[in-house]
Each structure stands twice: as C-alpha cells, then as structure tokens.
C-alpha cells in the first residue's frame, strides 16, 4: 500500500510541510491531549499487535509500528515497516520514513529498539484501519477539505472509530468497562456487581442533586442502586457485546479519580450506537458507575 504514513512531530501549532517525493510531516502541538491519549492508547493495547503479528488474519494485509527516537536532545516519532518482536519483547523493523530532526537513524534501515519505545501501531484488516491513533489524533483536527486531503493521502484505506482491544481487567477505565461487558456476555451476575461499586455512585449521585444526607443515607441509597441493577438485569436480560466491534476514543477527566468514556459499538450492520460511561478509581482499581445521559 506504499508508505503513505505520517511522521507526528509536537511543536506549538498544527501545520503541515511538504516534501518532495515523501510523505508530508503533519505537527501537533505539544498540549494536544489527543495525542497524549494516542500514544497512551497505542500502548495499552499493544498485546494485540504482537498477538496479530505472530498469526495474522488473513484479511490483515498490512503490519507497522511508530517507535520514539531521541538524538542529542531531539525527539522524533518514526514508522517502521516489516515489524517484528523476538522472545524478551525487543522490537526489530525497517525505518519507513525519511528522519526529519533525528541523525541516528535513516529510511531503509534496519534495527531494534525496546518495545517502551512503540508510541502507535496500525494494522488494515480489510481495507479497515486497526490502531493508527496517532494517525486518528492528527485527522480529528481536519475539517471540510483538508479532511478529505488527508484522507486521500491514506490511499483509500478506510478510517471509521475502528476497534480498541483494552485488557478486561481493573487497571484502566476502559479495562474495568471491557471487563464488565464480558462477564454480560458470560452472564456472570456476580462479575458484573463487582465490575461496579454502587456506594460511590450513590455518593456522586446525591452530590449531582445537592443533597448531603450523611452517611447512612448513602449507604442505603447504594443498596438501593444495586438492588435495581439487580432487578434491571434479572428481569430485561444481560446485554451481548460479543458481537460488536467496540471502540473508545475519547476519555474526559473529571479528576483523577474519575473519567467519563466514550464507548462506540459498531453493529454486523452496518449501524452503531455510542455512550459515555462513568467511571471511578477505586482502592480497588477502576470501577464502572453507570452510563451518563
């Protein structure tokens, strides 16, 4: 498909410098959060590249991986092309761009570098672009015609919300919401009363209506909360979600111990469906609260 990748640099405004016979270098500033979130993104779900990588699909058609270069205080993000991981987690590829700021490494070449340096990773799986959120970060800034130059310049490949590959465990908002909607799936009440914690929600809850009525009030008003999730689940059914291709590509942080996260599910038709789910960071990990009007 050609090296149509871009090198995402951070500087202090959003622009673009051609070059001729490359591809174009696409900046982002250095407060831009979605980037942050891209890179943090990329590497939460990198089991997933390395596990396509090892036996790939046969409709993933294109493997590459953006690695962190520093030379003499410099800092750039690059693409590799032909990826591969040995044993102890140490990544080897061939430079797929021309360095813009760096001097140590050059396009073509091949090397290794650890794997806490990955910063992206994409896959096309039928025409569908897997990961690539450096690639997502930079189009959301792009509206009207510089959005379709950018898409043109992808070659075709298509870019919808794409699919997310959190771990199901407590570690990560995304983790704990991703945990909670498989034990759905397995019907385990249980997993799912404890992917929750209701006394927090009932704290927030009384909190949004200015109401503080102590203690054993919240207490009892969390019981309540359970009580009809409960009831709720019993009586309408556990949703599947094993079918759905799900994705999350926006966190909003309240504070540090609560995120609201933006969940899209794409359907075998075509349609999708989207909510913010409210999370918490219990001594516990995270926990699902409850889903956001």
Not at 7 to 14: A, H, M, R, V
Not at 91 to 115: C, E, H, M, R
Request: glycine share 8%; charged share 30%; aromatic share 10%.
């Amino acid at each position: 498909m050609g090296l149509f990748s871009k090198i995402f640099k951070k500087e202090k405004k959003l622009n673009k410098r051609e070059r001729p016979d490359e591809p174009d270098v696409y900046h982002i500033p250095d407060e831009d959060e979605r980037m942050n979130w891209a890179i943090e993104k990329a590497k939460l779900t990198l089991h997933y590249f390395e596990k396509c990588l090892a036996s790939p699909k046969k409709e993933q058609t294109y493997f590459s991986i953006k690695v962190k270069f520093e030379d003499e205080g410099k800092i750039e993000h690059i693409w590799l092309t032909k990826p591969s991981f040995d044993a102890e987690r140490n990544l080897f590829g061939v430079v797929g761009n021309s360095p813009v700021n760096i001097k140590s490494v050059k396009l073509d070449q091949k090397i290794g570098v650890d794997s806490a340096f990955v910063s992206d990773w994409m896959i096309v799986e039928n025409g569908r672009l897997i990961g690539g959120y450096t690639i997502r970060a930079v189009r959301d800034g792009f509206t009207g015609q510089s959005l379709a130059d950018f898409d043109r310049s992808l070659g075709g490949m298509i870019v919808d919300e794409g699919e997310d590959y959190f771990l199901p465990n407590f570690e990560t908002p995304e983790g704990a919401i991703t945990k909670l909607e498989d034990a759905y799936d397995r019907e385990d009440l249980d997993e799912a009363i404890n992917c929750k914690d209701f006394l927090i929600e009932a704290k927030l809850m009384l909190e949004k209506m200015g109401k503080d009525l102590g203690e054993e009030v919240t207490i009892q008003t969390a019981e309540a909360l359970k009580l009809s999730y409960i009831k709720s689940l019993q009586e309408s059914g556990m949703p599947k979600f094993g079918n759905l291709k799900r994705a999350f590509p926006a966190r909003k942080k309240i504070n540090d111990s609560q995120y609201l996260i933006t969940e899209v599910c794409l359907y075998p038709d075509g349609s999708k469906s989207t909510q913010v789910l409210n999370t918490f960071k219990t001594a516990s990990g995270w926990r699902v609260l409850g889903v956001e009007d």
